[in-house]
């Protein structure tokens, strides 16, 4: 919904300006120059980008349109399902744990976090560690290398989409640029024409500038960087599943290894512990 005003904004403010200024908005409706700016973005966003990365960004695209998933109320969701598996683990053995990530959509321990659930690479990451804990074969600190690689590759692989589009952003003024320089050939070509026909063919060519500066800066720009916000969440969310595990490898109490994750969120997203408190000594009257 943000996206959505803030365009609106930038559309009011410029158009707004123009008009103020005495403008009119019918010399700005050139479809030549629309033609080739964006004709030529989308043509070297396709030469320069892969298809998994096309289908990547297009599928992101979407996503920045609406609110950000990872809420407070997700990481309370997240850090109280993290403490029911050491809870089990706990009371049952890491064995206890093998019904439950086989087939999570049908525990009924993960279907008690539908949020996490829905989080199809949360799930992948919290089952595949849980299974590595499950089987004993890694001690806290190849666990954590792992996880930090594991990480890092799903940062780099959620950030392409914001690449791809902001480099689309940086080709949109020189494109504009073309478009302008286009219509001033077309111009030279119509020198024996009326100084008020010249004048229109003139206006005509600075709107491609323009376009294409906008386009740049006022839409395609804003919307890369929003993606690449929206990845530092997703790393976060990942970053305290690793945490919450490494403290319980290292002997930490279900309690204090899920204090350990929410430690590390970020202040506007992160329960207080007083909430978290709340929700833990819930559980334990259960």
Do not use: W
């Not at 103020?20 to 043509?43: C, H, S, Y």
């Not at 289908?55 to 998933?69: D, N, V």
């Not at 890694?138 to 990480?151: F, K, N, S």
């Amino acid at each position: 919904m943000l996206v959505i005003v803030g365009y609106g904004l930038v559309l009011g403010a410029v158009l707004g300006g123009f008009l103020m200024a005495g403008g009119k908005l019918a010399v700005l409706a050139q479809p030549t120059e629309f033609i080739t700016i964006l004709g030529a973005g989308a043509g070297a966003f396709l030469v320069s980008n892969s298809p998994q990365v096309l289908s990547a960004t297009l599928k992101a695209i979407p996503g920045a349109l609406s609110s950000s998933r990872y809420t407070k109320d997700l990481y309370a969701e997240l850090l109280v399902l993290m403490y029911d598996i050491f809870t089990m683990v706990r009371r049952e053995g890491a064995l206890a744990l093998e019904k439950h990530i086989e087939t999570p959509a049908k525990s009924e321990l993960f279907k008690q976090a539908p949020g996490v659930l829905a989080d199809e690479h949360a799930m992948e990451f919290i089952t595949g560690y849980l299974r590595l804990i499950a089987g004993g074969q890694m001690d806290p600190h190849q666990m954590e290398a792992l996880m930090d690689e594991d990480i890092e590759t799903h940062h780099q692989e959620v950030l392409v989409p914001s690449q791809a589009l902001q480099r689309v952003a940086d080709a949109m003024p020189a494109f504009g640029i073309v478009a302008a320089v286009m219509g001033v050939v077309h111009t030279m070509q119509s020198v024996d024409q009326p100084p008020e026909i010249l004048g229109e063919l003139i206006a005509a060519a600075l709107v491609g500038t323009f376009l294409g500066i906008l386009v740049a800066y006022g839409f395609v720009g804003p919307l890369a960087t929003l993606l690449e916000q929206r990845t530092q969440n997703d790393a976060k969310f990942l970053q305290c599943i690793k945490a919450c595990v490494l403290a319980t490898l290292n002997g930490c109490d279900p309690t204090t290894a899920v204090e350990f994750g929410r430690k590390i969120l970020y202040s506007a997203d992160r329960p207080t512990f007083q909430e978290m408190d709340k929700h833990i000594k819930s559980k334990k009257k259960k």
